[in-house]
């Protein structure tokens, strides 16, 4: 009996040095080039406001570790304070779960030169925002074309801009909508229907529902994402 209450105390102990204690905790360590003197900040939304979950003042050189405990996958900031009145370029966007990320960047492109790495999630994330930027950018074109004209002399070039926008939002939506079901493993699929579409047709919202397996579909936004279709039902 006392041989099986040691080795009972050796699987703990070997369960406790695997990772444990550090399941729940992001790390997010890295360098900023040229970063002299400054302050790094760990972000994230929770009930629509922008908390700080770690920070730390970078003197000398640009390496830095940031850490906390977190719920589970979701989309952080890392925020560089220069102190010079200047939001611009000074905060990167990343997603991810628990784990250890790597962020290397430069203090004077801070977000632009970002390369992220560490995370399945975060290179998921990548791909879908180069994407949708495309998107993005047509829409801009077009709301530029649109500001030189004026009812009802461009009427018909109004009428087909307006169009070509709603062609452009339905396949934004559709790309979501597919990439989302594409990459159901991910934590990543319910963020996408929820946060980024969950203004769709609840059908398409439930089509990405009904394929998660159940450790995505138990996740904070595949919970919300279940929250969100239960509503429409009402």
Same mark, same amino acid.
């Given at each position: 009996m006392k041989k099986v209450f040691i080795a009972c105390l050796a699987a703990v102990g070997i369960a406790a040095c695997s990772g444990g204690a550090d399941a729940s905790v992001l790390e997010v360590h890295g360098e900023v080039k040229g970063l002299k003197k400054g302050k790094l900040l760990l972000q994230t939304v929770q009930d629509s406001s922008l908390v700080t979950l770690d920070s730390m003042v970078v003197e000398g050189n640009g390496a830095f570790t940031l850490s906390s405990p977190v719920e589970g996958a979701d989309l952080y900031y890392l925020y560089l304070d220069k102190a010079d009145n200047n939001t611009l370029n000074d905060r990167i966007i990343f997603f991810s779960g628990p784990g250890q990320v790597e962020i290397r960047t430069k203090w004077d492109a801070f977000e632009p030169a970002a390369e992220i790495s560490g995370s399945p999630e975060q290179a998921l994330f990548a791909e879908y925002r180069k994407t949708q930027s495309r998107f993005h950018v047509g829409q801009l074109e077009l709301n530029q074309a649109a500001l030189g004209l004026s009812m009802p002399e461009d009427s018909a070039a109004?009428? $087909?801009?307006?169009?070509? $926008?709603?062609?452009?939002?339905r396949r934004s939506y559709l790309y979501a909508l597919n990439f989302a079901i594409t990459h159901k493993d991910s934590y990543l699929a319910p963020f996408i229907a929820y946060s980024e579409v969950g203004d769709a047709n609840p059908v398409y919202l439930d089509s990405v529902y009904r394929v998660l397996p159940d450790s995505v579909a138990g996740s904070k936004y595949g919970k919300k994402l279940a929250e969100l279709l239960e509503a429409s039902r009402d």
């Open positions: 109004i009428d $087909s801009i307006g169009r070509r $926008s709603d062609m452009l939002v």
